[in-house]
């Protein structure tokens, strides 16, 4: 284990550091969309705003930063640029989880300053045991921000035996690219497809499906640790959901900010501004962006409670997190497209927003886990009295 001190970094000092890098996310944007990447000089900004250490457990230099912090500084960074929000955040997810791991692991890959963690959860490959560990093979889709990643959790099923899925960490290097990221939303999160072909993969880099979903953290350190025991796919949507805010948050201060003088072609209103349907459609937004970002701080609030008091999670309160996470997207998605609506032609242009943030914002709420009418369904079965149809809870 790293002998590093226990860093704190509080809330505020984050978000500004986030905030510090909006105007930068903001005159890249076009790049980001039309490389499908980030840029070496947005890359660097991040690594230097400390943002990377988040989620990075306490003994190798992290903040171990709670649910409320991920909520606001993902926000803050989408009033830059959605993709750099959506790959911090995936980044944030996928370091937290590597805490799970056994302190062998953990040691190797926070040695690398600033370290990009990637992955997804979907069982697409197949691993089969050999002396020492394990040989993976398979390919997995939507890998966003791997472009930029130093490794990657990834799951497979093994060929032989028990069909219990296995999370393996592999170095990036040692896996490779499929360009296939070629769409109309969060361009720049590059997420690509990757392949794995007969890669040898450590044993003590291998932990059970069982394990995973049941947090039961190799690591001595982390394993006492409330923080770690709150259900993966909770955390997960706490990193994940102040994006969403953000980006809305976004949307609305580019369209006031676009307001004044701006004319209401055919039509006698010699502004936009003077116009009751534009009243109507900007209270509606900004309300329907306003109750959104309350759930989302009253769900990171939720989280810090129940880990200050250690307590376990029931399933009906798991239902309930990914119930949130949908419903924000969907209010936030609501909020966006009547903004877009109202903007009118001109905001057809690369250099107005909103086309930019609709496209985004929709492209984040597709993600399997937020899509909002399956969570929806999901909480609606729990009313009703019906089991969960799904165990990613």
Not at 116 to 132: E, H, L, N, S
Not at 210 to 229: G, I, L, T
Request: include cysteine.
């Amino acid at each position: 284990m790293s002998t590093a001190e226990t860093v704190i970094a509080g809330t505020d000092d984050l978000v500004a550091s986030a905030a510090k890098l909006v105007p930068l996310l903001r005159s890249r944007a076009q790049w980001i969309d039309d490389n499908r990447r980030l840029p070496a000089d947005v890359l660097g900004a991040i690594e230097d705003s400390g943002l990377l250490r988040m989620a990075v457990p306490r003994e190798y230099g992290g903040y171990e930063s709670d649910a409320r912090s991920f909520v606001e500084v993902t926000a803050e960074l989408a009033k830059g640029n959605a993709a750099v929000a959506f790959c911090v955040s995936v980044y944030a997810t996928l370091t937290w989880m590597t805490g799970l791991w056994p302190e062998e692991a953990l040691a190797e890959v926070f040695s690398t300053p600033n370290v990009r963690v990637t992955g997804t959860t979907a069982p697409t490959g197949t691993v089969r045991p050999v002396d020492g560990g394990y040989q993976l093979t398979g390919s997995w889709r939507f890998t966003s921000g791997f472009l930029h990643g130093h490794w990657k959790i990834s799951v497979a099923m093994p060929e032989d035996g028990p069909r219990v899925p296995v999370f393996c960490l592999v170095p990036a290097s040692e896996l490779e690219i499929v360009d296939d990221w070629h769409t109309f939303g969060l361009q720049g999160s590059g997420s690509v497809t990757t392949v794995a072909n007969e890669v040898f993969v450590p044993r003590h880099r291998v932990i059970s499906g069982e394990d995973f979903y049941r947090n039961v953290a190799k690591s001595p350190a982390n394993a006492v640790k409330p923080s770690y025991r709150v259900p993966i796919l909770v955390t997960t949507n706490a990193i994940q959901v102040g994006q969403f805010v953000g980006a809305a948050r976004y949307a609305l201060s580019s369209f006031l900010e676009r307001l004044p003088g701006k004319p209401l072609t055919y039509t006698d209103y010699p502004s936009q501004l003077e116009a009751p349907a534009t009243h109507l459609q900007v209270g509606e937004a900004a309300l329907l962006i306003e109750d959104a970002e309350a759930r989302a701080h009253r769900f990171a609030a939720l989280i810090a409670d129940k880990i200050a008091g250690d307590e376990s999670w029931s399933i009906a309160e798991r239902v309930s997190a990914r119930t949130q996470i949908g419903w924000i997207a969907r209010q936030c998605r609501a909020a966006v497209d009547i903004l877009a609506q109202a903007s009118g032609g001109g905001s057809l242009y690369h250099g107005v927003p909103i086309s930019r943030i609709q496209r985004d914002l929709n492209a984040a709420a597709l993600h399997a886990m937020i899509v909002p009418s399956v969570n929806i369904e999901l909480y609606g079965r729990s009313l009703v009295g019906l089991e969960p149809n799904t165990a990613y809870l």
